[in-house]
């Protein structure tokens, strides 16, 4: 049974300025493990984009997007594994699998090119996606370090 | 984020990035780059990613955009420095099979 060692909890606005600062946290926290510099990349990129889909859609139907929240968790296990989960309480997907497609989009107009899930994916060993339409989306990332 | 603006003769317009490209960082460069490629109307746009330390999929739309912008005033983009992370991630988005946009590791900055 693999046991949680450390665990970090965050809630930022949805401001694009919290972009880095989240993305920084999670990974000054990750470093603890002594993760390889590409691992640590990698993860960073990861957080990067489930926060800015936070940023970008979750709240695009507030006026002003940064009243809304991103709560973060992380939970670092003796295992090497790391778990990092990121939640909204905003507009939700209506459908996970489509939205999940390499380059699908809602985003055309503001420069988005629908590649969020696709790093996710390709940057952790496991992506979770969990959303209700009108209560928000949880997406959970499970990353296990070399020994 | 941060532009240098590296070598330009009137056929070419060279934009040396540095720093983290991210959401944030991207909405501010879009209009710079975009403003100098539309007054200078070069034929050879150069992006340089050589001194970039992270890049998440914003700077992919900040690429294919400003193709497009380039493209509206006839030119070709070659975007360089695309080595570790930066080169992962492009290799991932495909950019490099795009017609107009050459990709290359070697540095514009010397
Ligand atoms: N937290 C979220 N809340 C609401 N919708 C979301 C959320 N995350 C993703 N989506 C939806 O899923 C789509 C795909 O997301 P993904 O991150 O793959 O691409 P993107 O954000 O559109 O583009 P990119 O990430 O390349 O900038 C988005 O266009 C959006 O419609
Ligand atoms: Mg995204």
Redesign the pocket.
């Known amino acids: 049974m693999k046991k949680a060692i450390n665990e970090l909890k965050l809630r930022l606005p949805a401001k694009s300025e919290n972009e880095a600062v989240a993305r920084a946290l999670v990974c000054s926290f990750a470093a603890t493990l002594d993760p390889t510099v590409g691992e640590l990349a990698d993860l960073r990129c990861a957080v990067s984009?489930?926060v800015?889909?936070?940023v970008?859609?979750?709240y695009?139907e507030l006026k002003d997007s940064a009243a809304g929240r991103i709560y973060i968790s992380v939970r670092l296990y003796d295992t090497r594994e790391i778990t990092v989960e990121i939640t909204?309480t905003?507009?939700?997907?209506a459908d996970v699998e489509k939205?999940?497609e390499?380059f699908?989009?809602?985003?055309k107009e503001d420069?988005?090119?629908?590649?969020?899930?696709?790093?996710?994916e390709s940057y952790t060993d496991s992506l979770t996606v969990r959303?209700k339409p009108g209560r928000?989306?949880t997406?959970i990332m499970k990353k296990k370090l070399t020994p | 984020m941060k532009i240098l603006y590296g070598e330009n003769d009137g056929s070419t317009v060279t934009f040396c990035l540095s720093g983290e490209l991210d959401?944030h960082t991207a909405k501010k460069l879009r209009a710079e780059i975009d403003g100098e490629i539309l007054l200078s109307r070069p034929a050879v746009v150069k992006l340089d990613f050589s001194d970039v330390t992270m890049m998440?999929?914003?700077g992919?739309?900040l690429i294919l955009g400003r193709k497009q912008t380039a493209q509206s005033v006839g030119a070709t983009v070659r975007v360089s420095g695309a080595v570790g992370e930066i080169g992962k991630i492009i290799r991932l988005s495909g950019l490099e099979r795009l017609p107009g946009l050459t990709i290359t590791e070697e540095s514009e900055k010397r």
């Open positions: 984009e489930a800015t889909n936070v970008v859609h979750a695009r909204d905003g507009c939700g997907i939205a999940r390499p699908f989009t809602t985003g420069e988005r090119c629908g590649m969020g899930f696709l790093v996710m959303s928000g989306t997406v | 959401h998440d999929s914003s992919i739309g």
